[in-house]
């Protein structure tokens, strides 16, 4: 029996078909790809330099003409929407300023990729306390510290990056360019505490002083908001590297002797620090110095420029910091002796000691009473450092925790314990000494040492490293300020009421306008602020868009010499801590 034919597709029918197959991949591409943006993950471009230097605006790069350090420096609208670079540069590393912008052609800020799916899955998760333990379900849920992406409070439409600071149901404020916290619902448990939620939740708008009772429960209850190790490992910015030694003005930033006039075995001219002991003469210990102080809180990426974010140009003289970080690489060459690192905070020194037998020691004396006997905080044995075997040592003190590490290993890290208020100045808590502090006075320099004695050695890549300091209007002006030294804000946590406020800070503190500064609001917060909903200075939680994750498209090379920075640079590509 014959058998039909089967039915055939021309050559035109089978273009049709596969005009229409491609239409539909396109389109359902293009459906994905928008879900995909809605849902899970989004790109988004740095506009500007509140979070310098870990991720750049637009700016363009420029080395040092004295010490060859590379930085970036940043761009500011003016009128008629151009883009202007700062007036001067400052370096980072020397504290050059005569150089001049090279360039108006910048470079667009850097790429990076944000996940939105944490917290939209965190949304039906249940609350984590502040202060309280943590739970799988953390990880969904915007962390202290985090780097988050959220709609701007002043118009709802535009991203804004910045660091979660503060979370709901705390009190929080910046002290002495510090975090501090406290959890409300603690302090709600005392008659004074009570007063203190009070005062500033019905007061925020006119920021009157607390009473005295008020301002000592609150110092109390506040605690010192430390960084995790791995935000810490961002938040470090470079104040000098012995690698780029300011070789034609070695005035300008360097390793100086502390002695009495009598020979010393260090030589510091070099991009390797050496010591070669002198006779049987005792520890010999070399400074840290700069024109201008040992370490401060400048930012390369602003510049010269008057900036004026707080309460106006007088703001911006430099602060001494003193949370800072000390490394190197210890090459020893022989000799039975020992090197020491040592850094100051305020009139507390932190020494540690490494000998040639591997003997490992941490103490604590005091900077006005050298003579004092020193507190040992903690020693312990490694392998003695072999000749010519190379052993990285770093010593930080930022937070009121000092950490020692050797080879990337943590050996001690203070307890608060260790790390005790001074009595000095009658103080009975932290927040309380540390609102005491002057920012600028002769005890807020931190001194900086590298001490040897009996061995041979070289330190290879010498680095000092600063922490962030937030800021603080030092004006009486409180129409500015939400949550700075003074001024403690109180975010809220009323889920029946569907509240949830979070504070955010740029890492560049000077520049960002961030939380402390938020005076305006647009239209979409307007009705809330009316029934009490909103407050100023806050991100609710229902604006908090994503956590800012991975830096896919860094700043360019650029094609043409000062043109053209379109090849990105591959090896910055990063994740966002």
């Not at 330099?49 to 790069?61: D, E, K, T, V």
């Not at 100086?256 to 001219?269: E, F, L, M, Q, Y």
């Amino acid at each position: 029996m014959p058998q039909a034919d089967s039915p055939t597709i021309s050559s035109r029918g089978r273009g049709l078909l596969g005009v229409k197959d491609t239409i539909e991949s396109i389109a359902v591409a293009f459906v994905l790809a928008f879900i995909f943006r809605a849902f899970v993950a989004e790109a988004f471009v740095i506009p500007t330099g509140s979070m310098a230097p870990n991720l750049y605006g637009i700016h363009r790069m420029h080395t040092c003409s004295v010490c060859g350090t590379e930085f970036a420096y940043g761009f500011s609208p003016v009128h008629g929407g151009r883009l202007q670079p700062p007036n001067t540069l400052v370096c980072p590393n020397c504290g050059h300023q005569p150089d001049r912008c090279l360039t108006t052609n910048p470079d667009n800020g850097d790429r990076i990729f944000v996940l939105k799916w944490l917290f939209d899955v965190g949304r039906l998760l249940p609350d984590v306390p502040p202060h309280g333990p943590h739970h799988w379900w953390h990880v969904f849920k915007p962390c202290r510290w985090d780097v988050v992406v959220f709609k701007d409070p002043n118009d709802g439409t535009t991203n804004f990056i910045k660091r979660l600071i503060g979370l709901p149901g705390e009190v929080l404020e910046i002290i002495d360019g510090d975090i501090y916290t406290a959890d409300a619902l603690e302090l709600a448990k005392t008659p004074a505490g009570q007063s203190v939620l009070k005062r500033i939740e019905e007061d925020r708008a006119s920021h009157r002083d607390l009473t005295q009772d008020e301002r000592r429960a609150l110092d109390h209850a506040l605690v010192i908001q430390r960084k995790t190790l791995r935000s810490q490992r961002s938040l470090w910015l470079p104040a000098y590297r012995q690698d780029f030694l300011p070789v034609t003005k070695p005035t300008l930033a360097g390793w100086k002797p502390v002695t009495d006039g009598a020979p010393s075995g260090w030589r510091t001219d070099q991009r390797q620090l050496r010591f070669e002991p002198v006779g049987e003469s005792p520890l010999q210990e070399i400074t840290f110095s700069r024109w201008q102080a040992p370490v401060t809180d400048v930012y390369a990426y602003n510049g010269s420029r008057d900036i004026g974010q707080l309460a106006g140009p007088e703001e911006y003289d430099l602060i001494n910091v003193s949370d800072v970080r000390l490394q190197c690489l210890l090459i020893p060459q022989g000799g039975q002796g020992k090197l020491t690192l040592s850094l100051s905070k305020r009139d507390d020194r932190f020494v540690a000691t490494l000998d040639n037998e591997g003997n490992v020691r941490l103490t604590r004396t005091s900077v006005s009473r050298p003579d004092a006997v020193p507190v040992l905080i903690g020693q312990t044995r490694i392998d003695p450092p072999r000749p010519d075997h190379p052993v990285h040592i770093a010593l930080s003190n930022a937070d009121y925790r000092v950490i020692l590490a050797i080879d990337d290993h943590t050996l001690f890290e203070t307890t608060d314990d260790q790390y005790p208020v001074p009595q000095d100045r009658g103080a009975s808590c932290l927040a309380e000494y540390a609102r005491r502090l002057s920012r600028n006075g002769d005890d807020a320099k931190p001194e900086i040492r590298l001490g040897a004695q009996g061995m041979t050695l070289e330190l290879w890549h010498v680095a000092i490293d600063r922490d962030v300091y937030y800021r603080s209007p030092s004006r009486g002006d409180r129409s500015i300020g939400w949550g700075t030294q003074g001024q403690p804000i109180y975010l809220r946590n009323i889920p029946e009421r569907g509240i949830g406020e979070y504070y955010c800070l740029g890492d560049n503190s000077p520049l960002s306008k961030d939380s402390r500064l938020w005076n305006t609001i647009g239209p979409h917060l307007i009705h809330r602020l009316e029934h009490g909903d909103y407050q100023y200075g806050t991100v609710p939680a229902d604006q908090m868009v994503g956590r800012a994750f991975f830096v896919y498209w860094p700043a360019g090379y650029p094609m043409l010499k000062e043109h053209f920075p379109l090849v990105p640079n591959v090896g910055d590509m990063r994740l966002i801590r």
